[in-house]
Structure formats: C-alpha cells, structure tokens
C-alpha cells in the first residue's frame, strides 16, 4: 500500500509540474483606417453626338447617352466637373464647351434631398459645362460610404439651350461665328472627387 500511494503521488507531482511548466507571450494588434476617396466610371466613358438634321442643329440632342459613376469614401464629399472647349484637330476651330450639357440621377442608397444634393437633376435644369470646375453633387447629410451607397448616372444632353448651357442654338452659333466650321470637334470632362 505505501508503494501504491508513493506511486501516486510522483504521478500526482509530475502531472503538477506539467500544469504550471507554461508560460504566456501576448500579441499587439493596431489598427489603421486611413483615409478611401475613390472616383469610378463604370461605364459610358466614350460618348458621341452626332448632329445630322436640321432639327438636331434648331434643337440640340436631349439624350447623347449617358456615363454611370460610383465614389467610395470614408469621409464626406462633393464632385466637380469642367472641361476646355471643343477643339477640331488642330485647327483653331471651337465649339464652346457650354453647349455640352449634364444632368445626374442618384441610383445608389444615397439619394437627392438625403444624402446628397444637385442642382441639376432633370433635362430642364442642365448644366452647361464651363472651363472652371463646378459643384455637380455636393453633400447634404452623411454621403460617406461604398459604392452601392454613392452610384449616380450622368445624362448628357448637347446644344438643347437647357438652363445655364448655352442660350443660342447651335445653327445660330454657325451663322454668326461662334462655330466656325462643321466637322469633328473633341474634348475631355474632369470628374473631380474632393473630401470634405
């Protein structure tokens, strides 16, 4: 029985020992949410109008197409847009860029009047595009978020005298000069993506 119980207890002391031999190492975790502001054209980046009636030249064309965008942000923020002249090779030849006209429509969680605000939401109220940056979308409450938050489309519209575009048509802009000369004609918008 002795050798029974001092068999036991070595079991019992070797068992201990293993129990308490541990030891305990930590890892540091830190965090760091930096600053996302991200602009995309998911599509309709090429747009053309094509005027080829005396109708689209009296009137204008109220739908050229149109150019979906996402922003993901993780602060507020508002989108500008500008654009130089039309230019026709290199020739001196212009159109001016304030023929070229825009309107947006929100299509993502954040909608106009919540979220996010526009002045230029509907074909009556477009913008005439202008060589200066300007406020297309702006923030009205918490517009940060995703992509799925921030989706817009960008109606084009050209030469319709809608709003602040220009208030001439574009045969009265050839008549008197303006437009010198029918032929191919070029530029490029800036969307510009600003945190606020």
């Given at each position: 029985m002795k050798c029974l119980t001092k068999i036991l207890i070595l079991t019992l002391t070797l068992l201990s020992a293993k129990v308490f031999a541990q030891d305990?190492?930590?890892?540091?975790?830190?965090?760091?949410?930096?600053?996302?502001?991200?602009?995309?054209?998911?599509?309709?980046?090429?747009?053309?109008?094509?005027?080829?009636?005396?109708?689209?030249?009296?009137?204008?064309?109220?739908?050229?197409?149109?150019?979906?965008?996402?922003?993901?942000?993780?602060?507020?923020w508002k989108l500008e847009i500008s654009a130089p002249n039309f230019v026709e090779g290199a020739t001196a030849a212009i159109i001016p860029i304030n023929n070229l006209g825009v309107w947006c429509e929100a299509t993502g969680v954040h909608t106009f009047g919540n979220e996010v605000t526009s002045a230029y939401t509907t074909l009556a109220s477009s913008m005439g595009i202008t060589i200066a940056p300007q406020l297309l979308i702006d923030a009205l409450g918490d517009n940060d978020g995703s992509a799925a938050d921030n989706a817009f489309t960008l109606n084009w519209t050209m030469g319709t005298m809608q709003n602040t575009m220009n208030p001439l048509s574009v045969f009265a802009q050839l008549a008197n000069g303006t437009i010198a000369n029918i032929g191919t004609f070029t530029t490029t918008a800036s969307l510009t993506l600003t945190a606020q």
């Open positions: 305990t190492e930590v890892v540091n975790f830190t965090v760091v949410f930096e600053s996302v502001l991200n602009l995309n054209v998911t599509g309709g980046a090429d747009q053309t109008a094509t005027f080829n009636t005396p109708a689209l030249y009296n009137l204008g064309i109220d739908a050229v197409g149109s150019t979906t965008i996402t922003m993901e942000s993780t602060s507020n």
